[in-house]
């Protein structure tokens, strides 16, 4: 499964870049506007810091701007994943953009069957939003799984990109439902390695190697 950050901080991605365990990122108009930046120059950085897929998302609501805008992003870098929502229009520019060779994400889903016209429509990425299903007391993880099982059953190609990550349970049920990546906050990428068994075998290790005497191999 890939492993996406979902932040448009570009000095939290520079920082976590170096881990070789970043394969993307994913941003979206509130992630950008919190941050402060230009999309375009903020883009263009981001796909400096990260050669793997860059989503960038559109503003525009009717098919024919967002294509425009979609051509625009693509154009800032050879990663850039265009990212549309679950709209007809969206759907309508997703298939004008891919039938263009240009990688696109849609987003925002959170059913079965628009998941089905994403793929439809030629989507790189479908983002289905995890948290925002389970804030409302719907099983997020478990559309995952439907999304798998009618990709896998019908043969479509769209990724699943697990997305609105709250948790680094989240993280793991994803991988379990099939998930071809999922876009995780700063945070919770930082929390998937921790484990207390882990630091406690290490600290232990150390010390039976320093009361033994011994030291750098
Ligand atoms: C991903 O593409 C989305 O931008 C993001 O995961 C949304 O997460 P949120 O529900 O925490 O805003």
Not at 96 to 105: F, M, Q, S, V, Y
Request: glycine share 8%.
């Amino acid at each position: 499964m890939m492993i996406f950050l979902d932040t448009a901080e570009a000095d939290v991605i520079a920082a976590r870049a170096d881990t070789g365990l970043v394969d993307g990122v994913t941003t979206n108009p509130s992630l950008i506007a919190k941050a402060g930046a230009d999309i375009k120059e903020r883009i263009a950085d981001i796909c400096g810091l990260i050669p793997g897929p860059v989503s960038a998302e559109v503003v525009a609501t009717e098919a024919s701007a967002m294509i425009a805008e979609g051509q625009t992003l693509a154009a800032l870098a050879d990663n850039v994943v265009v990212k549309l929502p679950l709209t007809m229009e969206g759907l309508k520019a997703c298939r004008a953009l891919t039938d263009n060779g240009i990688a696109t994400n849609v987003t925002l889903c959170f059913s079965i069957n628009q998941a089905l016209l994403a793929a439809k429509a030629g989507a790189t990425f479908v983002s289905p939003f995890i948290g925002r299903l389970d804030d409302r007391g719907e099983d997020g993880l478990g559309l995952i799984e439907d999304i798998r099982h009618i990709y896998d059953e019908h043969g479509f190609a769209t990724r699943i990109l697990a997305a609105s990550i709250r948790s680094v349970e989240h993280v793991e049920g994803s991988a379990m439902a099939g998930a071809d990546a999922c876009t995780i906050p700063p945070n919770i990428f930082d929390a998937l390695v921790q484990h207390e068994l882990t630091d406690k075998g290490l600290e232990a290790f150390l010390k039976d190697w320093a009361d033994a005497g011994k030291g750098a191999i």
